[in-house]
């Protein structure tokens, strides 16, 4: 071939993974800024650019020594920016170049390129190169479906040799390097030699691919045409040579895992169906890792297997009164559940809900019942979850999806008999995502749970044998539909004996252990214990009491580090416990100290378990407004109207005028106005306090009270009572009026409260009134006809019996 070459200078455009050929057209896509602003430079100059072809790829910034010298000088046809910033450019091959020298160019490459013009007359050889390389191309182009007949018969038409050639080869699909090695040919007959080299690798392969598959074929019958592709690959590989097959003893493992497995017979037919899903798959690809993750959860889930274990009621009796002091109903319906297993073969697992004051043990307890019955623990927070899929779990579809934490707390245990803790199943709640209450239902219904579904598993799951246990603070939260698959046990607080036992029993022990000191170095006298539980907590449960004790433990083990005299003994006293726990919190015997007017003590329920509330109630000049104040709710704020109305319906019994509204305001207040408070037991209160402000008579100071109101005066039953009377009593209350239609519930109070408080059941305010409100002995806070009481204005005559003289200013 001979030559007449010229050198020009060209912007440089590097290329990756892409070779473009003489007359070829391509459009390509095109990031980098120096490659874009080079494309720039030739539409906008109406000049040529040479295409050259990166040795590694993956180089973003190439230089000279990373570019091939034998590129292709194309013409720039048109140019597009893309949204994104890129350039979709289309460039035609014109011939080929060879890169000489790169100079220096701060925008982009620019370079001086030899122009290699070829000669392309005929000669024997080459005819016989070209008719060989076309009969080659025809039988591949036959076995390959990428080629077209089209480009077949567009190739064949060419009659320029070199044209012919290096339309050829832009078609063939191989390798960039291929590619770049028959460009960088220049000699044609060394081209054509090449690319019928290629060719008829090629052609080879694909033959050898052929008779691959009709070996595999040979072995396949109909029953087996599912393990095609399988039975393709280990042919491959047995050609290839031998290989590490790890993927064949993984799926061996699990296949021998699955044979081994108890489980359900669906379960077992599915696991066998994914099993054969799975070989087929490139171990590397998505698919894979998730049936692989999905065999794996559940071949490890304890589908039958469950805990061996003795039932002794009184051994179970003795442990759970190891563990804990008192819960006497808790632990009574704990062995009727065991004492009935013992005598039948199929149980359904009972579903217990333990509801009181945080601190008073329900989690703890949870795991003495399953020491009791020697079954393994499992316990999940409920806190916060507002996710259905929590509970139900995530179907596979979804990027990283995985079971229900019901599921997963399972797989973890190892056993389908657990004792299951649900801690704090009130503190749910919902948002867009689902209602996670509604999908325990499910799982807390004994007639549902023998199939419980998983998204993730997508089987039925016998949850039957499971004891679930769940525990709440309150049962306000906890959405009636679900409250009623349960059998809801109350747990009250704690009272100061039982506290003292606690303390005695449990903490202290546990407390000088956990702060390193031996029996008998720090003692707590009863004196001590009590003193704290009075006069620096003020809880239903015990978790406050131990961490002033630990606290005490702290203080004691400075001090005796910082003395150097380890062989030191400390007493805990009553006297001495502020010497390490500061100034007292709480004054012990909130009762006021004197009989005041218009001031009565009620009893509120909380969270964490009862609490007195003192009402106030004052008269002021005014036009009829009842003021209410404290942060009360919507409830409390309708008794206080409803107590209101009471009174003025009785005024002329009350010897009060019977406009008496009109000359007044009414102002009622529940301090500690920055707690928020709500709920109709108040109510006889109120009634109280406004009657004791109108007559300036007092409220009896040892009295608390509780009870809803009707306008008709009827005193309706409330709830919580035990913590209720556990409040007065830490109150040092002596008296308490509680609803009659209550009688049934002081049962489930503790004896020793009952004993230490005179309980007075009342039906009517009437009778509330009489009690609490002190009057003249011999006279009573009612009558038919009055007389001047302490307001001219708005009382009627008195009688002598009601209030003093000129004791309010109207």
Avoid at 352 to 368: A, I, Y
Avoid at 370 to 387: C, T
Avoid at 596 to 607: F, H, I, K, S
């Amino acid at each position: 071939m001979s030559v007449d070459n010229d050198i020009k200078v060209l912007p440089v455009m590097p290329l990756r993974d892409i070779v473009v050929f003489p007359y070829m057209a391509a459009p390509l896509i095109v990031g980098r800024e120096n490659s874009i602003k080079a494309l720039e430079y030739a539409m906008n100059n109406n000049t040529e650019i040479i295409l050259v072809a990166q040795v590694d790829a993956v180089i973003n910034a190439p230089n000279a020594a990373d570019l091939h010298q034998t590129g292709t000088i194309s013409k720039v046809l048109q140019l597009l920016r893309l949204p994104d910033g890129t350039i979709k450019a289309l460039v035609e091959g014109k011939r080929r170049g060879l890169l000489v020298e790169f100079l220096n160019q701060p925008d982009f490459f620019m370079g001086r390129v030899e122009d290699i013009k070829e000669n392309n007359e005929y000669d024997l050889k080459n005819i016989a190169y070209q008719r060989q390389l076309l009969l080659s191309f025809k039988s591949y182009a036959a076995r390959h479906k990428k080629i077209s007949p089209e480009v077949v018969k567009s190739v064949e038409s060419i009659a320029d040799p070199a044209r012919f050639i290096d339309v050829l080869a832009s078609h063939l699909p191989v390798n960039s390097a291929d590619k770049q090695s028959i460009l960088s040919k220049i000699n044609l007959r060394e081209r054509y030699a090449l690319v019928l080299d290629i060719v008829s690798r090629e052609l080879e392969l694909t033959e050898l691919e052929g008779v691959i598959q009709a070996r595999v074929r040979k072995k396949l019958a109909k029953t087996q045409r599912d393990y095609y592709l399988t039975e393709q690959i280990k042919v491959i590989k047995k050609e290839i040579g031998p290989d590490n097959d790890e993927h064949g003893a993984e799926l061996d493992d699990l296949a021998r895992r699955i044979k081994n497995k108890n489980m359900p017979v669906v379960a077992r037919e599915k696991v066998e169906q994914e099993l054969k899903k799975l070989k087929p798959m490139p171990p590397s690809s998505a698919e894979a890792t998730v049936v692989r993750n999905y065999l794996d959860c559940i071949l490890n889930l304890p589908w039958q297997d469950k805990s061996e274990s003795e039932l002794n009621i009184n051994q179970a009796e003795k442990v759970l009164d190891e563990d804990h002091y008192g819960l006497r109903k808790p632990k009574e319906r704990i062995l009727e559940y065991l004492a009935v297993q013992a005598q039948v073969e199929k149980l359904h697992g009972p579903i217990l809900c333990l509801v009181g004051p945080p601190g008073v043990g329900k989690t703890s307890l949870c795991k003495s019942v399953a020491r009791a019955m020697e079954r393994e623990f499992v316990r999940i927070s409920l806190g916060g979850v507002r996710d259905e899929a929590e509970i139900r779990g995530h179907r596979r579809t979804y990027i990283g999806a995985m079971p229900g934490r019901i599921i997963q707390a399972l797989r973890k245990v190892k056993v389908n008999n657990p004792v299951f803790c649900l801690d704090e199943v009130d503190k749910m709640s919902t948002d867009f995502r689902g209602d996670p209450a509604a999908a325990l239902l499910e799982v807390l219904d004994s007639e549902q749970n023998t199939a419980f579904n998983d998204h993730f598993l997508d089987l039925d799951y016998d949850l039957s044998d499971i004891f679930f246990i769940t525990t709440a603070n309150s049962l306000h939260s906890i959405p009636v539909p679900l409250q009623d698959r349960m059998e809801i046990i109350v747990l009250e607080g704690y009272t100061e004996e039982d506290k003292m036992a606690v303390a005695q029993g449990f903490l202290v022990p546990k407390q000088r252990v956990e702060n390193g000191f031996n029996k008998g170095e720090v003692v707590f006298n009863s004196a001590g214990i009590l003193e704290i539980i009075r006069r620096y907590t003020r809880e239903a449960g015990v978790r406050n009491l131990e961490r002033a004790i630990a606290s005490i433990y702290r203080k004691i083990a400075r001090r005796r580090l910082s003395e150097g005299n380890k062989q030191l003994r400390y007493r805990v006293t009553g006297r001495g416990v502020g010497k390490y726990l500061g100034t007292a919190k709480y004054r012990f015997g909130v009762a006021e100290e004197q009989d005041a007017v218009g001031l009565t003590t009620g009893l509120a329920w909380t969270e964490v378990g009862g609490e007195i509330l003192q009402i106030e109630t004052v008269l002021l000049p005014g036009s009829g407004k009842l003021l209410i104040t404290g942060k009360l709710g919507d409830v409390m704020q309708e008794s206080a109207q409803a107590a209101l109305s009471y009174v003025r319906s009785r005024a002329n019994r009350l010897g009060i005028a019977s406009d008496f509204y009109e000359k007044i305001d009414i102002h009622i207040h529940v301090p500690e106005g920055a707690i928020p408070k709500d709920g109709p037991s108040a109510g006889i209160t109120m009634v109280t306090s406004i009657v004791s402000a109108l007559l300036y008579l007092p409220v009896r100071r040892d009295l608390a009270m509780t009870g809803e109101i009707t306008l008709r005066g009827r005193v309706l039953p409330i709830g919580g009572l035990t913590e209720k009377l556990l409040a007065a009593r830490r109150a040092n209350i002596t008296h308490v009026l509680v609803p009659k239609e209550n009688e049934r519930n002081l049962r489930d109070v503790p004896e020793k409260v009952i004993n230490s408080l005179h309980i007075e059941l009342v039906d009517h305010v009437d009778n509330v009134l009489e009690t609490a409100i002190i009057v003249p002995a011999g006279g009573s806070i009612f009558r038919d006809s009055g007389t001047d009481l302490f307001c001219p204005d708005i009382m009627l005559p008195n009688d002598g019996l009601h209030a003093p003289e000129n004791t309010l200013a109207c």
